[in-house]
């Protein structure tokens, strides 16, 4: 058995783990990331992709609100405040040597890229769909009706919308490798979920690359559509967390002679979620004036939710085991729960890095499939060591007849089953929404997904608070010396003939091979005909 101080050592050394992968992935994000772009798209010598008889590259989407006010002057001149719009600026193509050496210097226009910005809603505009063609760029054939230009992308424009595609062109001249595409702004008018592509059609421009950035902005700010809401909740949250540390601390204060080991878990817990909360806020408030994600804002906030996360799973597991109810500590199972917990933390702070470092495009890339993976099965090892852990608890309780305490876990587990079925009922419905949205057409309903992990972490955080509310009568809950509890692998096993104590619980029995032992002393702690009772009902 592990005495208490080997564990307190354990536990000490997995928190330093923790700070020391912490201060490591804050070493190495300084070194490599000054500033993280997002709302400001950047292309650094990017190549192009080819499609049907068009080659593209893909410059970003972003859900954007139409803006609240309109100008007659220009792109450049109009106030960022109310205005919706894209923004193109250093934007420059190059092509390769042997491409700009087979044209002829004298010539004006020696090549032609478009940039070509579309709501999702209008993507049939773009091809010659409307024309029985499946070609992207105009052919001879297709130009012979007037319909488009030869060597220039389809775009059907609706005469009656002025809403439609926009497109901007950009033409090399003579025989240079380089060309800048003018500094322009395009006001966005109509809500919707927005894509932009660079295209050409010409095939003597294969290999030309991209480079500059793009600015995408919404009436109230920098920050993407579908994250805007995210603000605000964070806000709220920040709040909810702030009034429950409130009461938490008073009850803490007040009754603080009483408090047992767990109270001070539960404590960390809503001063991790007050920190996590605060700072997301103040990251996309930061993100929403600027258009940009500091890099150190950032990983705090990301580490601070994976330790979040990774707190409020080690603490169901350690109440679920009876920790301070049943066994005073944990015993040989600590390096175990240690090694799960460390296991987590790292496996979801590389996914929040991924999701929050790097550009923002209003869709998920495949990528991200990858680090989802063992965050799932991790948290699935979590779910059935809890349940495994209060089935445990629950028979132990139940053959101590400790009335109170068994309420207390009836009450917590009923609580983690309901929420059990939520989180299965919710997965379920993000999977049919991911699904059913490959495009992000439902980009303003987007923001509810990860706001209810949110919340839902919040509301059972506030169940084991309630549950495990601090009080001038702790021994509801608290580990007692007089009820013989022992903490190590189990000792007692239920029977279909009959139930068992051995003798001051020093012989353990085989719970798998369900056998009935002899035991040492007929009236073990005085349940001798209780226990007779019981197996007759």
């Known amino acids: 058995m592990m005495g208490r101080g080997e564990a307190r050592n354990l536990i000490s050394k997995g928190c330093k783990g923790i700070i020391f992968i912490i201060a490591l992935i804050l070493h190495l994000s300084s070194h490599f990331i000054v500033q993280v772009g997002a709302s400001i798209h950047e292309y650094q010598n990017e190549p192009f992709s080819r499609r049907s008889n068009s080659f593209f590259f893909h410059g970003g989407s972003e859900g954007l609100y139409a803006s609240r006010v309109h100008h007659n002057s220009s792109p450049q001149d109009k106030p960022l405040i109310g205005n919706s719009f894209v923004r193109f600026e250093s934007i420059t193509f190059q092509r390769t040597k042997e491409s700009a050496e087979k ?46 230009k030869v060597g220039e992308v389809i775009i059907h424009q609706d005469p009656d919308k002025l809403d439609g595609p926009k497109r901007i062109q950009t033409f090399f001249e003579g025989k240079n490798k380089e060309t800048k595409m003018v500094l322009d702004t395009i006001e966005i008018n109509s809500t919707g979920m927005y894509y932009l592509y660079f295209m050409f059609c010409d095939p003597e421009l294969v290999g030309t690359l991209i480079s500059g950035r793009t600015v995408w902005r919404n009436p109230d700010g920098y920050l993407p559509g579908k994250m805007t809401p995210l603000m605000t909740f964070f806000g709220f949250m920040s709040l909810a967390y702030i009034v429950l540390g409130l009461f938490w601390f008073l009850r803490f204060v007040r009754y603080w002679k009483d408090v047992i080991q767990l109270h001070y878990h539960i404590t960390t817990v809503i001063g991790l979620g007050m920190c996590e909360m605060a700072l997301w806020y103040f990251e996309y408030a930061n993100f929403n004036s600027t258009g940009s994600r500091p890099m150190g804002i950032t990983v705090w906030a990301v580490s601070f939710s994976a330790i979040k996360k990774t707190f409020s799973r080690l603490l169901l597991l350690v109440v679920s085991m009876g920790y301070g109810v049943v066994r005073p500590t944990l015993g040989s199972v600590t390096p175990k729960i240690l090694l799960l917990g460390v296991t987590y933390f790292v496996a979801s702070e590389a996914l929040e890095l991924v999701e929050h470092l790097g550009n923002i495009n209003d869709f998920s890339g ?172």
Request: negative net charge; aromatic residues 10%.
């Open 366 to 537: 495949k990528a991200r499939l990858i680090l989802v993976l063992p965050v799932a099965l991790l948290d699935a090892c979590f779910i059935l060591w809890i349940f495994s852990s209060l089935s445990k608890t629950l028979e132990k309780l139940q053959i101590r007849r400790s009335i109170v305490k068994l309420e207390l876990y009836r009450n917590f587990t009923n609580s983690l089953a309901v929420s059990v079925l939520l989180s299965v009922a919710w997965i379920g419905y993000e999977l049919y929404f991911n699904a059913t949205d490959p495009l992000s057409e439902l980009w303003r309903r987007a923001w509810i997904i990860p706001a209810f992990w949110t919340l839902f972490a919040f509301i059972l955080l506030v169940v084991i608070c309630i549950l495990w509310d601090p009080s001038h009568n702790p021994t509801r809950y608290a580990y007692s010396e007089e009820t013989g509890d022992e903490f190590e692998e189990e000792g007692i096993s239920l029977t279909g003939s009959g139930i068992m104590v051995a003798g001051d619980l020093a012989t353990k029995l085989d719970r798998k091979e369900r056998k009935v032992s002899i035991a040492a002393d007929n009236l073990v702690f005085g349940l001798g005909e209780d226990l007779e009772e019981d197996k007759r009902e």
């Open 103 to 148: 044209q002829n210097e004298m010539q004006q226009r020696t090549g032609l890229v478009e940039a070509i910005i579309i709501r999702v809603k209008d993507r049939a505009k773009i091809g010659g769909s409307y024309l029985n063609s499946e070609a992207i760029c105009c052919t001879p054939d297709l130009a012979k009706d007037g319909s488009c």
